[in-house]
């Protein structure tokens, strides 16, 4: 793995509740920690939906991340960093899908889903100590059931069967290059390199919020990881859990 300390400590597992889970109980791990599994029993998403992955198809991972510098009106930074860091290495290895990062945190080729990732963070005082990055990615699953919306994986999109390493090894190496720019302190790169990349950029939308139909012209994320939207009526700010798309 072409890294500096991402994936330098790998732990590798057949079967694991998820990958996040067996990070939080494992605080000694250093810096850069990769688990991997073949399987997750109990694989979550954002506000607590699960995540479906046949067994050995696709890449389950959590990334292990010690971002002492980094103040907690910053945390989203660490979203966006993760987020665009799997961008890059997919948009890099398969430029001829069309890929975009989902706000808050989906990475969707050709307007479907592919990849999930779920962050979790534990604080002292008002720095974050530990942060674990849990990425789930459908590399060579083919059925999904009746899961609506339905998602898609790169061998649906590519018809070939796909190395996991390779692209295990890409998205470790993007990270940590999006990672190495928030501890040098360069925020605004790396929100410019996620809105430059957000699904549904200046196109409107359709979405629920508080029980109402809206729609409005999606514009960016703001530092605090804010979806700012131009509405008839001016600018409004949704926060991650807001607002549920109409797709």
């Known amino acids: 793995m072409n890294t500096l300390f991402i994936g330098r400590n790998r732990i590798s597992l057949q079967v694991t509740d998820s990958t996040n889970n067996y990070a939080l109980k494992h605080p000694e791990l250093p810096e850069g920690s990769l688990i991997t599994a073949d399987f997750q029993t109990g694989g979550r998403g954002q506000r607590g939906k699960t995540w479906n992955s046949q067994a050995g198809k696709n890449l389950l991972f959590s990334i292990v991340l010690k971002p002492v510098f980094l103040e907690n009106q910053r945390q989203f930074s660490l ?5 665009w860091g799997t961008w890059s290495a997919l948009n890099e290895l398969f430029p001829s899908i069309k890929w975009a990062i989902k706000w808050p945190n989906d990475i969707y080729a050709n307007n479907k889903k592919l990849a999930g990732i779920l962050s979790e963070a534990q604080w002292y005082s008002s720095h974050i100590v530990s942060f674990v990055a849990g990425v789930g990615l459908n590399l060579n699953q083919e059925d999904f059931g009746e899961l609506k919306p339905m998602p898609t994986s790169l061998k649906i999109l590519l018809q070939t069967e796909i190395d996991a390493e390779l692209v295990l090894s890409a998205i470790c190496s993007h990270i940590e290059s999006a990672y190495l720019m928030l501890k040098a302190r360069h925020y605004d790169k790396v929100d410019q390199l996620f809105n430059a ?8 939308i359709n979405f629920i ?15 605090h990881g804010r979806l700012v939207v131009l509405e008839d009526t001016g600018l409004k700010y949704y926060q991650t859990g807001d607002i549920a798309w109409l797709i």
């Open 209 to 223: 919020h508080q029980a109402q139909q809206k729609s409005g012209k999606v514009l960016e994320t703001d530092r």
């Open 197 to 204: 990349s957000l699904w549904k950029k200046n196109e409107v």
């Open 79 to 83: 979203n966006k960093a993760i987020a």
